[in-house]
């Protein structure tokens, strides 16, 4: 009995984690370009996959869409232009260069370059405070007062 509970279970298991097959092209070549294509868009729902390794259900639909285009006899620019048009730069993993995404490709190296140069300018001001004794003669007094006060035992 607890042999047959176990068999079930595991087929049960399988079933639950086999999912269904993915649709592929008719012929070898279309599948092919069609996974190229795919490589070099972003997934829409999942945003950090590629279309070609999405499990979404849209990534399906678009991939079936970039079939159809395929076949149609778009080119691998056509297609990219398509879905560009209708979904935005955002479609594509890596968004072309072009006035609008230089932001995008160049602020990152902007931030890094800036947080040194702040860096910069703060330890060549903190150099300058320590080098010109910043601490007043009043002030080393009083931390000499505080330093040197008897501390409280409760």
């Known amino acids: 009995m607890r042999a047959l509970f176990i068999f079930i279970f595991s087929l049960w298991i399988t079933t639950a984690i086999a999912g269904e097959a993915q649709s592929l092209a008719q ?3 279309t599948e ?8 070099e868009l972003r997934c ?5 996959e590629t279309l070609a ?6 990534a399906e639909d678009l991939r079936s869409e970039v079939r159809t ?3 149609q006899g778009k080119s691998d620019a ?5 879905l560009v048009t209708r979904y935005g730069d955002f479609v594509r993993y890596r968004p072309a260069m072009k006035p609008i995404t230089w932001l995008l490709w160049f602020g990152p190296f902007l931030l890094l370059i800036g947080a040194i140069a702040g860096l910069i300018v703060y330890l060549r001001q903190r150099a300058t405070l320590v080098a010109s004794g910043a601490l007043s003669e009043g002030d080393k007094a009083r931390i000499k007062a505080l330093l040197n006060q008897p501390e409280d035992k409760a």
């Open 27 to 29: 012929d070898s070549q």
């Open 32 to 39: 092919a370009r069609m996974l190229a294509i795919s490589e």
């Open 44 to 48: 829409l729902v999942c945003q950090n």
């Open 53 to 58: 390794t999405s499990r979404a259900e849209l």
């Open 69 to 71: 285009l395929i076949k």
């Open 78 to 82: 056509e297609i990219m232009d398509f």
